[in-house]
């Protein structure tokens, strides 16, 4: 794939992710270094479909650590458990949250974010990093996001 997203035109949310995923997966599969991977997949995303903000936190010790994104300055550590990204750490789940205002212990990284997703990445079984979409909208995201993105994510290979 060549540095150039083809993105369908007028189409919705599931035709766009699929369009994406075997660009996304040619993309990846010829670059072995993981950061240049998380931040190319962090702009695919961001491109096309112009979230508020995309990007990972990579687990270092006790805390999630701002990994490549696309978006405003961002919250730079995040405590297991806390917040949204923490939570997914945690539990190791996709944490889909329609009003972010209602969640429990949100991080405001940004005071524009009103719904958000986020997707844990897995190596050896255990989470090593999470993906975090946020969008300006309230309910935004749905089980089709969280079907794709999780697709997405598995695509990334951690070293070791």
């Known amino acids: 794939m060549s540095e150039e997203l083809h993105l369908p035109l007028n189409s919705g949310k599931n035709e766009l992710y699929s369009a994406l995923l075997p660009q996304l997966e040619a993309l990846l599969a010829a670059e072995s270094d993981l950061i240049a991977n998380l931040a190319n997949m962090a702009a695919v995303l961001k491109e096309a479909f112009g979230f508020l903000w995309v990007g990972f936190y990579l687990v270092r010790e006790d805390q999630l650590l701002l990994g490549p994104f696309q978006g ?4 730079t550590r995040i405590g297991f458990g806390k917040g949204v990204c923490g939570k997914a750490w945690e539990t190791g789940q996709t ?7 209602a969640f429990p212990g949100h991080i405001a990284c940004s005071s524009a974010s009103r719904s958000e997703i986020v997707v844990p990445l897995y190596a050896k079984g255990k989470v090593v990093a999470v993906l975090d979409v946020d969008s300006e909208k309230v309910g935004h995201f749905d089980t089709t996001d969280q079907q794709y993105l999780e697709k997405m994510v598995s695509l990334i290979s951690f070293p070791g």
């Open 95 to 101: 944490q889909v949250v329609p009003d972010v205002e």
């Open 72 to 75: 405003p300055v961002a919250c």
